[in-house]
């Protein structure tokens, strides 16, 4: 069984930065991707990023393109989301998932997921 762990999130002004951790525990032997997701209030959850594990492949939905960017550390399971110009519509709860293939978008492709942590962006 493989557990994701995010860390992380907080309360930042317009233009600021976050950066998330996703601590990848367990068996996570297959997995070969980590992709970011968030939910806004009132919204559908939607992919933010994707990282391939080995390869290092990434993938970012357009609105965020230049603004974040996923990296990861092999030897220490961890995933990070370097989240930089955030505005209010990047509020929203953020989770990481694991998928064992890589391209995948959509939720149901990734078995695995964090718990969530809150990103809120004040103007």
């Known amino acids: 069984q493989v557990q994701l762990v995010e860390s992380g999130g907080g309360l930042v002004q317009v233009g600021g930065s976050l950066r998330l951790s996703c601590a990848a525990s367990g068996r996570t032997f297959g997995y070969v991707a980590m992709a970011w997701f968030r939910q806004a209030p009132g919204k559908q959850r939607e992919i933010v990023g994707v990282?391939?594990?080995?390869?290092?492949?990434?993938w970012y939905r357009d609105s965020v393109k230049g603004r974040f960017t996923i990296s990861r550390d092999n030897a220490k399971n961890t995933g990070y989301f370097e989240m930089n110009s955030l505005n209010p519509d990047d509020t929203a709860v953020y989770y990481c998932a694991a998928s064992n293939w890589f391209g995948a978008t959509i939720e149901g492709a990734y078995a695995v997921w964090g718990q969530g942590t809150q990103v809120t962006v004040s103007s």
């Open positions: 990282i391939e594990w080995s390869g290092g492949r990434t």
